[in-house]
């Protein structure tokens, strides 16, 4: 029900950092929790980071606590994702997504998802 375009991708070195950023069309954005989900070749789609409606809960994949943080604006329709100390392994397509509820069943997964953007690639060299 919401629908969402990412921006922000690109090649960074390692050890550098990327904020991609989700923008969602629509008056009832508040209603949705929000996540990112990555997709490396021959890989399975995978949780990233979620951030309940409010902002006020998060949840983090193990490989991403402490580097990684998710945040939204429910004033303007956003939620980013700031990637620091990137690692090779972080090389994927990056895909913001909706939840179907004010909040993720847990564990997240993106079966769950209810709308999903377009994707934006982050290559990360070594």
């Known amino acids: 029900q919401v629908q969402l375009v990412e921006s922000g991708g690109g090649l960074v070195q390692a050890g550098g950092s990327l904020r991609l950023s989700c923008a969602a069309s629509?008056?009832?954005?508040?209603?949705?929790?929000m996540g990112w989900f990555r997709q490396a070749p021959g890989k399975e789609r995978e949780f990233v980071a979620a951030?309940?409606?409010?902002?006020?809960?998060?949840n983090y994949a193990d490989s991403v606590k402490g580097r990684f943080t998710i945040f939204r604006d429910n004033t303007e329709n956003t939620v980013s994702l700031q990637m620091n100390s990137l690692k090779p392994e972080d090389t994927a397509v990056y895909y913001c997504?909706?939840?179907?509820?004010?909040?993720?069943?847990?564990?997240?997964?993106?079966?769950?998802?209810?709308?999903w953007g377009q994707g934006t690639q982050v290559t990360v060299s070594s």
């Open positions: 997504a909706a939840a179907r509820n004010p909040y993720w069943r847990l564990p997240v997964v993106p079966a769950n998802a209810g709308s």
């Open positions: 629509g008056r009832t954005f508040s209603n949705y929790a």
């Open positions: 951030v309940s409606w409010s902002g006020a809960s998060t």
